[in-house]
């Protein structure tokens, strides 16, 4: 069954404190991986679509990269605006219009 | 501007009301979903819709009916609602990736929250 989990479930940093978070999928053929951040009130907000293993994205200090069985989303040096829930959705290639989200990471960058 | 917007924003009703959540997009996509976000965060899909027709229809009670009027527009029914349905609902549209490529990721509605009393 296609599925998708997230670690940790949530995160706290010092501000300037860089760290990971991961996404780990099984799927039937992946079509695309996407990450969301998504605020307290608010829908989540698209960042990030990977689609084949190997391949990077970056946004200001974001950065994504992509395997065969999980995806890793690298915060540099994070500032207290990036706190937020990060949420992984996975896409497979025989139904492009389901997405399967994992169950996100709280991030809380202190400063 | 909106890209995806929906309403209500809350929702707060008795068990055995029927309610409604009106989504709309004006980003010419061509596929419209329905999800339910737990306390916990998770989305869990309930409904897509693609040019008005229903393609995916997760295990969902049928006291919930989607309706789709055109593309632009998906609306949710709710019939006899109860506790368990208190939740943040979400609508979200993407592009058909047979027509724009590879890239259809979604774009979500700020979201309403229904709350069962």
């Known amino acids: 069954e296609d599925q998708v989990t997230q670690s940790p479930e949530a995160l706290r940093l010092q501000e300037g404190e860089s760290s990971s978070l991961n996404c780990s999928y099984t799927?039937?053929?992946?079509?695309?991986l996407f990450w969301y951040r998504q605020d307290p009130g608010k829908g989540p907000e698209f960042l990030f679509t990977l689609y084949s293993a190997g391949e990077e994205k970056e946004k200001e200090r974001l950065k994504a990269t992509l395997t065969k069985k999980e995806s890793f989303l690298h915060i540099t040096a994070p500032k207290p605006e990036d706190s937020a829930t990060y949420l992984c959705a996975v896409q497979a290639v025989d139904n492009f219009n389901k997405f399967y989200f994992g169950s996100g990471t709280k991030l809380n960058v202190k400063p | 501007d909106t890209a995806v917007s929906q309403t209500p924003k809350y929702l707060v009703t008795q068990m055995g009301n029927d309610k409604s959540i009106k989504c709309e997009q004006n980003?010419?996509?061509?596929?419209m979903y329905w999800y339910k976000q737990d306390s916990k965060k998770f989305l869990k899909i309930m409904f897509s819709y693609n040019n008005k027709e229903l393609i995916i229809n997760e295990t969902v009670p049928n006291r919930f009916s989607p309706k789709s009027p055109d593309k632009a527009h998906l609306n949710l029914h709710i019939n006899s609602l109860e506790l368990g349905d208190s939740a943040v609902y979400f609508c979200?549209?993407?592009?058909?990736?047979?027509?724009?490529?590879?890239?259809?990721?979604?774009?979500f509605g700020p979201g309403t929250r229904l709350t069962v009393l």
């Open positions: 980003l010419g996509h061509d596929t």
């Open positions: 979200a549209s993407s592009q058909d990736p047979g027509t724009s490529g590879l890239h259809n990721e979604q774009f």
């Open positions: 799927v039937s053929g992946l079509r695309g």
